[in-house]
């Protein structure tokens, strides 16, 4: 079975830096999502980013980028000029191709100090 | 993105009661819809996937007779929990997507059982 690992349960960064949340996987498929979601405290779900395994350039939205390693089954999340509203639980997620289950990690709570 | 909307947003229930709580895709047809559970500081934990039609897979551990989900339509999911009891207390959320598509989380809806 698929899994996802977060390692980082906490991080902190100074507002206008730049921070990198860490998430590993594990999987036989070669064809798949992966995802990172912010939950902020209204607890509402939200899509930051997504990545499909066979594209080799890395996904980037605005502020958010990732850096997508295959072979290394790693998937981190880099957060430019870090903003107070950034502040959230992050969730790494992985989806089989065909699939439609998520697999979530155990998340990481990031603080931004001002 | 599109909307998922949930209702109640917060529910207090007495024990033994049965409390239903409704997911709905407001801008798109889902196929499939998902329910979690999740504690604080945790998590999102899979209950049981839904496709319109037909009956809801649940996931090891999760009672099907204790928690029912109905998905009448493609717009529209339910989660009935049954005979509630104070444990049953929780952060519950759904999402809908269709077949190969993004996942969309709607607001989760807060049970507390007295």
């Known amino acids: 079975a698929q899994t996802v690992t977060q390692s980082q349960p906490e991080m902190s960064v100074q507002e206008a830096e730049t921070v990198t949340l860490s998430c590993t996987y594990d999987?036989?498929?070669?064809?798949?999502?992966l995802f990172w979601y912010k939950q902020p405290p209204s607890r509402q779900m939200i899509l930051v980013i997504r990545q499909e395994a066979y594209k080799q350039q890395n996904a980037t939205e605005n502020r958010f980028s990732v850096n997508f390693q295959k072979a290394a089954k790693s998937f981190s999340l880099k957060i430019s000029d870090s903003q107070l509203g950034d502040a959230a639980m992050y969730f790494c997620?992985?989806?089989?191709?065909?699939?439609?289950?998520?697999?979530f990690g155990q998340g990481t709570r990031l603080t931004i100090n001002p | 993105g599109a909307v998922v909307s949930q209702h109640p947003s917060w529910v207090i229930c007495k024990s033994g009661t049965s409390v239903k709580i409704e997911c709905r895709s407001l801008d798109f047809q889902a196929t499939t819809m998902f329910w979690y559970r999740q504690f604080p500081k945790q998590s999102l934990m899979l209950m049981a996937t839904?496709?319109?039609?037909?009956?809801?897979?649940?996931e090891q551990g999760v009672e099907k007779d204790k928690f029912l989900i109905n998905h009448a339509s493609l717009t529209l999911s339910t989660l009935t929990v049954t005979s509630a009891h104070p444990e049953d207390s929780s952060f519950y959320i759904c999402?809908?997507?269709?077949?190969?598509?993004?996942?969309?989380f709607g607001p989760g809806t807060r049970l507390l059982v007295l």
């Open positions: 839904s496709n319109e039609g037909s009956k809801a897979t649940y």
């Open positions: 999987t036989s498929e070669s064809d798949y999502y």
């Open positions: 999402s809908a997507g269709r077949a190969g598509e993004t996942q969309y």
């Open positions: 997620a992985y989806r089989d191709q065909g699939a439609q289950k998520l697999v």
